[in-house]
């Protein structure tokens, strides 16, 4: 099948959110790998609580609180100028080898980013791996709704202007496959460690090794 919008998750899915591990390792050594996973599990369930709660707040706060607690939570000195600069590296993460590429790959092709993170994280970020051209960027900030809520897809689909069947949406990222599937989404899993598909009662639309395989091209 072919669609008429193809749809990333940008954290995870075009970014490798563990890319922050060597600037961590700079500033506490052997803790890159160790805080940057506490960082990122504390930064999903927190945006996680102030969704049920209703209680909006940014995603670049909310990544800060994150990181600051990943730093106590592993007995680490918390320094303003050191949280300051590993913020920055989250607008300077790799991308996946093969999304440089994309651009190239699929010319004829209409990309769009669709995350939870504020423009002012997404736009440098795009910016420091020169993929401005190649993606078209929507924030659940705009709308101060995150995925997974209904909310969120539903304001990425009336962007988009498209009826739900002509969209793909690709995650690596289970809890948002689930959202966009249960609004209605066709859904590409970016399964790149193999791992098995956890039982959420819904199963993505396809499940992909990675970003080399786009379905319905």
């Keep these: ?4 919008a193809y749809v990333f998750d940008a954290y995870g899915t075009l970014f490798d959110v563990h890319s922050v591990m060597e600037k961590i390792h700079e500033y506490y050594p052997d803790q890159g790998a160790s805080i940057s996973q506490q960082w990122r599990d504390r930064q999903i369930h927190y945006f996680m609580v102030r969704q049920l709660i209703q209680g909006y707040r940014p995603f670049n706060e909310i ?40 651009s190239e790959q699929h010319p004829d092709m209409i990309f769009t ?11 440098p ?44 949406f690709f995650s690596s990222n289970p809890w948002d496959i689930t959202g966009a599937a249960s609004y209605g989404f066709d859904t590409a899993w970016v399964n790149r ?13 396809y499940i992909i090794q990675n970003l080399n395989e786009i379905p319905g091209e």
């Excluded at 980013?113 to 736009?123: A, D, E, P, Q, V």
């Excluded at 709308?143 to 793909?168: F, M, T, W």
């Excluded at 460690?193 to 639309?205: N, R, V």
């Design 63 to 102: 990544t800060q609180w994150a990181l600051e607690d990943a730093l106590a939570f592993s007995d680490m000195t918390i320094k303003p100028d050191v949280v300051e600069d590993l913020m920055k590296q989250y607008e300077k993460l790799q991308p996946y080898e093969e999304v440089s590429t994309f």
């Design 125 to 168: 970020l795009l910016e420091h791996n020169q993929l401005t051209d190649t993606f078209d960027l929507l924030s659940a900030d705009d709308v101060e709704v995150y995925k997974p809520h209904a909310e969120a897809y539903r304001y990425a689909q009336e962007k988009l202007d498209c009826s739900k069947d002509n969209i793909l």
């Design 193 to 205: 460690k193999q791992e098995k598909w956890p039982e959420l009662g819904i199963e993505p639309t």
């Design 113 to 123: 980013i669709f995350s939870n993170g504020t423009r002012s994280m997404l736009k």
């Design 1 to 4: 099948m072919s669609y008429k």
